[in-house]
Nanobody, 127 residues
Framework: QLRLVESGGGLVQPGGSLRLSCTAS????????IGWFRQAPGKEREGVSC????????YYADSVKGRFTISRDNAKNTAYLQMNNLKPEDAAVYYC????????????????????WGQGTRVTVSA
């Protein structure tokens, strides 16, 4: 069974940091572009950051540029999203996705209406 499992969310104060993990099972993440998405209450899901298999192309939403960093550890079959200087508006449920074929990382991050998502991991930013 092909699965992506997100973890690492939690409650953090504004200005704090979290690192989210996305672990793949049933397939090798090495051959897939990866992306992080989020959905805040009452808002549409949005693409946060996407990365090609090699990491040579990376997209960040303007709202997270300079604060978030996407990465991957193929040996662990895991992708990460390091989130620094968190703001209340970053609070959301975060999801990851993996695509075998992408035209551009921007296009991957624009694909928010996927058929299925994992359970996500909740990030709460509050004092």
């Amino acid at each position: 069974q092909l699965r992506l499992v997100e973890s690492g969310g939690g409650l953090v104060q504004p200005g704090g940091s979290l690192r989210l993990s996305c672990t793949a099972s049933g397939f090798s993440l090495n051959y897939y572009a990866i992306g992080w998405f989020r959905q805040a209450p009452g808002k549409e899901r949005e693409g946060v950051s996407c990365m090609t298999t090699s990491g040579d192309h990376i997209y960040y939403a303007d709202s997270v540029k300079g604060r978030f960093t996407i990465s991957r550890d193929n040996a662990k079959n895991t992708a990460y999203l390091q989130m620094n200087n968190l703001k209340p508006e970053d609070a959301a449920v975060y999801y990851c996705a993996a695509d075998g074929i992408v035209t551009t990382v921007q296009a991957m991050c624009a694909m928010t209406n996927r058929r299925s998502w994992g359970q996500g991991t909740r990030v709460t930013v509050s004092a």
